[in-house]
């Protein structure tokens, strides 16, 4: 992985300062106006598991949340409510039939409606073309203003390559027919590809779903469509107590079931039996020794099924991957695979390997370190790494780290 130093710089840096699709943007008229002047916004997030709260996201918000944060953010004098009313595997047809009770009754003063990666394989062109045209009008004839978006572009080999460029050009036509704005994500994504793969594989969790940072750059597309203004939330970072499920749990006596990865299995009970001498811990081992990074993928797709109390994600030092891609398509994976499907359902915390094995950060090599860095930052986790003068025992420094945020 040295021979791609180069590139990996470049990717971080272009991470870092993500590209925006070009081009005059029309704002939503009355959704800006009612910003500018301080007013209230209610706004909808309509679309499929991309809109909605997963996985990829880390299970707590999506880019309907990073759309209020973005929008607060351009008029902090705007009351703004964003909502969210994402369902997996949603088609435009399932939309629809939903728009009543998920969309409408919030009496929204903006809808923004994202579909098409279960259209293309579900739904003829025409099909998509005339529901999303009457997602438009039900929307107006409700009182709501409508931007429409094109769907982020996915890996090549995935299920929905074939016919996605086609049905973001439909979501543009029916954009300019009917006069509503169109947030082109699936342009900002491509033109981040363009200029760096290595960049555009940190936008996602798996071949089809962004991971938070992907989300973020969708929400900044959006505020850019509503308002024509440009505004970052890259440096959103993770909010609330790091494990409320396991103090919870710990408060009440209760079991809690750890799921920790094999370098970090002891210092988190030790951890966790400083915050409560008496806590009844069943402790499950994932296997890491002399293990590919792919091999401790593959374990983690049995994590759901446990239903854990407490997730502790600590890749060691020597898990190997064959390149950088793999390496943070299996990393991405390994999170994702951490978390329940839907909204969090149990606490997630991701170790660097720095905090069990000091000066051993990411394989041994700095870049990939910061590699690292920036998959772990992706995500809507917390996570922890070891300063470069702290010698503590790695029991205390989770220790502190877990004190700190109760």
Same mark, same amino acid.
């Given at each position: 992985?040295?021979?791609?130093?180069? +590139?990996?710089?470049?990717? =971080?840096?272009?991470?870092? *300062?993500?590209?925006?699709?070009?081009?005059?943007?029309?704002?939503?008229?009355?959704?800006?106006?009612?910003?500018?002047?301080?007013?209230?916004?209610?706004?909808?997030?309509?679309?499929? &598991?991309?809109?909605?709260?997963?996985?990829?996201?880390?299970?707590?918000?999506?880019? @309907?949340?990073?759309?209020?944060?973005?929008?607060?953010?351009?008029?902090?004098?705007?009351?703004? !409510?964003?909502?969210?009313?994402?369902?997996?595997?949603?088609?435009?047809?399932?939309?629809?039939?939903?728009?009543?009770?998920? =969309?409408?009754?919030?009496? @929204?003063?903006?809808?923004?409606?994202?579909?098409?990666?279960?259209?293309?394989?579900?739904?003829?062109?025409?099909?998509?073309?005339?529901?999303?045209? $009457?997602?438009?009008?039900? *929307?107006?004839?409700?009182?709501?203003?409508?931007?429409? *978006?094109?769907?982020? &572009?996915?890996? @090549?080999?995935?299920?929905?390559? /074939?016919?996605?460029?086609?049905?973001? /050009?439909?979501?543009?036509?029916?954009?300019?027919?009917?006069?509503?704005?169109?947030?082109? *994500?699936?342009?900002?994504?491509?033109?981040?590809?363009?200029?760096? !793969?290595?960049? %555009?594989?940190?936008?996602? &969790?798996?071949?089809?779903?962004?991971?938070?940072?992907?989300?973020?750059?969708?929400?900044?597309?959006?505020?850019? $469509? +509503?308002?024509?203004?440009?505004?970052? =939330?890259?440096?959103?970072?993770?909010?609330?107590?790091?494990?409320?499920?396991?103090?919870?749990?710990?408060?009440?006596?209760?079991?809690?079931?750890?799921?920790?990865?094999?370098?970090?299995?002891?210092? $988190?009970?030790?951890?966790?039996?400083?915050?409560?001498?008496?806590?009844?811990?069943?402790?499950?081992?994932?296997?890491?020794?002399?293990? &590919?990074?792919?091999?401790?993928?593959?374990?983690?797709?049995?994590?759901?099924?446990?239903?854990?109390?407490?997730?502790?994600?600590?890749?060691?030092?020597?898990?190997?991957?064959?390149?950088?891609?793999?390496?943070?398509?299996?990393?991405?994976?390994?999170?994702?695979?951490?978390?329940?499907?839907?909204?969090? /359902? %149990? #606490?997630?915390? =991701?170790?660097? @390997?720095?905090?069990?094995?000091?000066?051993? #950060?990411?394989?041994?090599?700095?870049?990939?370190?910061?590699?690292?860095?920036?998959?772990?930052?992706?995500?809507?986790?917390?996570?922890?790494?070891?300063?470069?003068?702290?010698?503590?025992?790695?029991?205390?420094?989770?220790?502190?780290?877990?004190?700190?945020? /109760?």
């Amino acid at each position: 992985m040295a021979d791609a130093t180069v +590139i990996l710089v470049l990717a =971080v840096l272009l991470t870092a *300062c993500v590209t925006h699709a070009d081009g005059p943007v029309p704002p939503a008229t009355r959704a800006a106006q009612t910003l500018a002047d301080g007013g209230t916004l209610r706004v909808v997030g309509f679309g499929d &598991s991309i809109t909605g709260v997963y996985y990829h996201t880390g299970g707590l918000r999506a880019w @309907p949340e990073m759309l209020g944060i973005a929008l607060r953010r351009l008029y902090p004098d705007a009351d703004v !409510e964003a909502i969210n009313a994402g369902i997996s595997g949603n088609t435009t047809a399932a939309g629809l039939a939903r728009m009543d009770t998920d =969309v409408l009754a919030h009496d @929204p003063g903006l809808v923004v409606v994202m579909f098409g990666m279960n259209d293309v394989a579900r739904a003829t062109p025409e099909e998509f073309r005339a529901n999303l045209a $009457t997602i438009v009008t039900r *929307c107006r004839e409700a009182g709501a203003e409508v931007v429409l *978006c094109t769907p982020n &572009s996915v890996y @090549p080999g995935s299920r929905a390559i /074939e016919g996605l460029a086609e049905f973001a /050009e439909i979501v543009r036509a029916v954009g300019a027919e009917l006069g509503a704005p169109v947030a082109d *994500c699936y342009a900002a994504y491509e033109q981040l590809r363009a200029r760096s !793969e290595q960049a %555009w594989r940190l936008l996602m &969790s798996e071949t089809i779903h962004p991971n938070l940072r992907g989300h973020k750059l969708i929400a900044e597309e959006i505020a850019r $469509t +509503i308002t024509g203004q440009r505004v970052s =939330v890259q440096d959103v970072a993770p909010e609330g107590p790091i494990i409320p499920h396991t103090l919870e749990l710990l408060e009440r006596g209760e079991p809690v079931k750890v799921i920790a990865m094999e370098p970090a299995l002891a210092a $988190t009970e030790a951890a966790l039996r400083r915050l409560r001498a008496d806590a009844q811990l069943e402790l499950i081992a994932w296997p890491t020794a002399g293990q &590919s990074l792919a091999q401790i993928e593959a374990w983690g797709k049995g994590v759901r099924e446990q239903a854990p109390d407490l997730v502790v994600v600590a890749v060691p030092a020597d898990g190997e991957a064959p390149d950088e891609e793999r390496f943070i398509r299996s990393y991405s994976w390994v999170l994702s695979w951490s978390l329940s499907f839907g909204r969090r /359902e %149990w #606490d997630a915390i =991701v170790l660097m @390997p720095s905090v069990l094995a000091p000066g051993q #950060d990411g394989l041994g090599a700095a870049l990939v370190t910061e590699l690292t860095r920036e998959i772990i930052g992706g995500q809507d986790l917390p996570w922890l790494e070891r300063a470069p003068d702290d010698e503590r025992p790695a029991e205390d420094l989770i220790d502190a780290w877990l004190a700190e945020a /109760e």
